[in-house]
């Protein structure tokens, strides 16, 4: 699912009515597949890193230098860069859910946050191990701390607003302490 709106209403739909052990684990996997490695920032940065690392020789380099004449009178050389196209990341390269958050779609991250917190208190209720508990609510813990520091950087078209970083954060107290 590529489009915001029908994104939102699936997160929604699997939130609702996951309800067996199975399910909310399908549902968390699927939205983690969606997501990409996490966390965001940090696995951006290295793709960055690894492109500048191979970034391609002189003769796969383009540059564009032109004299211009200022309000003075006196001349200016101007010139600009343009590395080649594989070095650019495409949004279609990228997981579904980590496109819409490069677009600036973050109410679709506060409603995966809403999700996450409903499959998380399902599952504590229906799970007797302690300690799965506490690691699936790590995992959704996770998933929403990285959205926001995500959306807090400079990689996304929009930053996150400060709405959306709230409704993420009264989840992310709710799943710190389900009771």
Request: proline share 3%; glycine share 6%; net charge negative.
């Amino acid at each position: 699912v590529r489009n915001a709106n029908i994104f939102r209403s699936t997160v929604w739909i699997l939130g609702e009515y996951c309800s067996t052990v199975e399910e909310i684990q399908g549902a968390m996997h699927e939205v983690t597949r969606s997501l990409g490695d996490i966390p965001i920032l940090e696995s951006e940065l290295n793709k960055v890193k690894l492109e500048a690392e191979g970034a391609p020789d002189d003769d796969e380099e383009s540059s564009y230098a032109q004299q211009r004449v200022t309000d003075m009178g006196t001349y200016a050389s101007q010139s600009a860069y343009t590395a080649s196209n594989s070095n650019i990341i495409k949004s279609s390269e990228r997981p579904p859910l980590r496109a819409l958050l490069f677009d600036g779609e973050f109410f679709v991250g506060a409603s995966l946050a809403t999700c996450l917190t409903k499959l998380a208190l399902k599952y504590i209720e229906v799970v007797d191990d302690q300690k799965k508990k506490n690691s699936f609510l790590a995992e959704c813990m996770l998933v929403l701390t990285t959205i926001i520091h995500f959306g807090r950087s400079n990689f996304p078209k929009r930053g996150i607003s400060d709405d959306d970083v709230d409704r993420i954060a009264v989840c992310l107290k709710v799943l710190a302490d389900p009771n």
